[in-house]
């Protein structure tokens, strides 16, 4: 993760102080996340290993999340926070729809080359957990899909993009191919012998254009 701070281990069996269960709960994100990312999977990272690596004990992680979904949930959260805060201003900004679709684009691939580590846990990690209807109701992720849906059918009312398909699959296109894009842009950097790109000063802008000509009249 870019510019961030890692927080210390703590000792084994360290009970925390008064005023600071929010370091320990940040602590325990900051671990899960880093074991996530080295790992791969969610089920190859226990609550065990994490207490360990936080330097606590397992009922310590317990007094802050009710059970490991909702700790891995509150890691993806963390980040889909992080990630709706860059883009949600550009869906109430000025200009078009249209414009703003493209724009909203190319910050959708800057983020993810930006927090590389975080992209990969909310978006390549295979995850198969149980989350309350509720924990959802509010979720940052899908409010950012949400409006760009509803940015889709502002632009099919103007004529900027075609209406011969839903909104909401025109959206899921737009969605699929920003991630595409910055799924081979990350593992080309990663690994330049496996995947040899253009540099991303090409792909991104040859990305909005193709794909915008397609969904647009």
């Known amino acids: 993760m870019t510019g961030r701070t890692k927080s210390r281990p703590r000792r084994k069996g360290h009970r925390a ?3 600071e269960g929010g370091l320990l709960r940040g602590q325990i994100l900051d671990v899960t996340e880093e074991l996530l990312h080295r790992h791969g999977s969610i089920d ?3 609550i065990r290993a994490i ?4 330097g606590v004990t397992p009922p310590a992680i317990y007094l802050h999340f009710e059970d490991k979904d909702q700790l891995f949930y509150a890691v993806c959260r963390r980040g889909f926070d992080r990630f709706a805060a860059r883009l949600a ?3 109430s900004s000025e200009g078009s729809a249209f414009d703003r679709i493209q724009r909203l684009g190319v910050e959708y691939v800057k983020f993810g ?6 992209y990969i846990i909310l978006f390549g990690i295979k995850r198969d957990v149980t989350i309350p209807p509720e924990e959802l109701e509010d979720d940052p992720g899908l409010r950012i899909l949400s409006g760009l849906v509803t940015l889709v059918e502002e632009a099919q ?4 993009i075609r209406s011969d398909h839903p909104a909401a699959t025109v959206a899921a296109l737009l969605w699929a191919v920003s991630h595409g894009t910055t799924s081979l842009l990350i593992n080309a950097r990663a690994k330049p012998e496996v995947a040899p790109l253009p540099p991303k000063e090409e792909m991104i802008p040859a990305m909005i ?3 915008i000509g397609g969904v647009g009249t």
């Open 89 to 91: 201003p550009i869906l």
């Open 44 to 46: 190859a990272v226990s």
């Open 17 to 19: 102080r008064k005023g």
């Open 113 to 118: 080359l930006e927090n590389s580590q975080q």
């Open 209 to 211: 254009d193709l794909v």
């Open 51 to 54: 207490a360990e690596a936080a």
């Open 157 to 160: 009312s103007s004529g900027d």
